[in-house]
């Protein structure tokens, strides 16, 4: 598909600033796509818990290991980072130099294709398809792949549709990046959301692949900023010295409360899986209930990404916000303007009501031609 190279410097990100300004005002907010917060309260922490300041230099030793526990791998391939946000910002910086090529999937998460162009890269783009559920296709990585990309750059699962792929089709393309010399940067931060056991991380696939994460979609943990990349110890150990030239160091508090965290994940995992359990049928009758959107039942994840048959999205979107204090994240945020992303991870009676409005205000649209 779309085969030209965006080099334009970025220095911003639209769709982050709207997000910011904008959505998380809405009293139904479908356009969130992570689960509701999680209260501080119900970790169980007390004052005498915590610590200002500790040995956490190239990483805190003990929340190190509990990372490492919960993906399986060694702890040093875990390097700390600021959310996923700067886990993707500082796996794509170490890998990538002015003029490389990074593929990066389409549709996609906005900040990914930014942040590589602020790094003075060459993106380029391959397809996943609306009309095939926007599945992971290796066979339109291999038509983009040139000996220049140093990259590859998917979401699992996807962001914006939710679509899982599977280990075959991430191993094929783990193998056909290889070949090219490139690595595979798999964004893995809604992967614990799916309807049955998450599966493993693909940095059990092979050296080539670079995995960001954190506690923020999945666990509402968002706040703790607890993020990681994971890559074999080598590239891991460059990235901690890139490091030095950013964050530097997590703040020492949020590394204890993030161990906390982690000691009770599964808890608030299986927390997670029951709300997302309940409120995909919701989804799904509503989206069965509604002729003018076009997408696949959701099966895993906490978001849904319709296309919007014979309507304008901006206006939608304005008329929920402006009539039904809700929110929807328009589509041209990732650069497919007639659908938009719809978040299921609310209370299930807000998800409820959210959806109701919704309905409403595609009635509205309809009504207006
Ligand atoms: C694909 C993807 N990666 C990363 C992030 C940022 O996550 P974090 O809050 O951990 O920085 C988001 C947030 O929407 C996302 O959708």
Redesign the pocket.
């Known amino acids: 598909m779309m085969s030209t190279a965006e080099t334009e410097r970025v220095l911003g990100s639209d769709y982050m600033h709207w997000a910011k300004t904008t959505h998380a005002r809405a009293r139904f907010n479908l356009a969130n796509?992570?689960m509701r917060p999680y209260p501080f309260a119900r970790l169980n922490v007390a004052p005498s818990d915590l610590e200002l300041s500790g040995p956490s230099f190239y990483g805190y030793a003990p929340l190190q290991e509990a990372i490492a526990r919960k993906c399986g791998v060694a702890a040093d391939c875990v390097v700390a980072a600021n959310?996923?946000?700067?886990a993707?910002h500082l796996a794509l910086a170490a890998l990538v130099r002015p003029g490389d090529e990074v593929l990066i999937e389409h549709p996609a998460?906005e900040?990914?294709v930014s942040t590589a162009l602020y790094l003075g890269a060459r993106v380029r783009r391959f397809a996943r398809k609306a009309d095939e559920a926007f599945r992971l296709d290796p066979a339109e990585i291999e038509r983009e792949l040139t000996p220049r990309t140093r990259v590859v750059v998917v979401?699992n699962l996807h962001?914006p549709s939710g679509a899982l792929a599977d280990e075959g089709t991430l191993r094929e393309i783990g193998e056909m990046a290889g070949r090219a010399g490139a690595r595979v940067l798999v964004?893995e931060?809604?992967l614990d959301a799916t309807a049955g056991a998450p599966p493993r991380t693909s940095l059990h696939l092979g050296e080539q692949f670079v995995v960001t994460n954190?506690l923020?979609?999945v666990y509402g943990l968002?706040g703790l900023r607890c993020?990681w990349i994971l890559a074999e110890p080598e590239l891991a150990r460059r990235m901690w010295r890139l490091n030095d030239l950013f964050g530097a160091m997590q703040p020492h508090p949020a590394e204890l409360l993030s161990i906390v965290a982690l000691a009770h994940l599964d808890e608030i995992g299986a927390e997670s899986r029951a709300l997302l359990d309940a409120n995909r049928p919701v989804f799904n009758r509503f989206l069965a209930s509604r002729e003018d959107l076009d997408a696949p039942p959701v099966t895993d994840g906490t978001v849904s990404f319709p296309r919007l048959n014979g309507g304008n999205v901006d206006r939608l979107s304005e008329l929920l916000a402006e009539k039904y204090e809700t929110s929807i994240v328009p589509g041209r945020f990732f650069e497919m303007p007639e659908h938009f992303r719809v978040g299921i991870a609310l209370d299930t009676d807000v998800l409820t009501e959210g959806l109701a409005r919704l309905s409403s205000a595609l009635d509205v649209l309809k009504r207006m031609g």
Not at 83 to 86: A, H, K, Q
């Open positions: 796509s992570g959310g996923t946000s700067m993707n998460y900040l990914l979401t962001n964004d931060v809604y954190s923020t979609k968002g993020g």
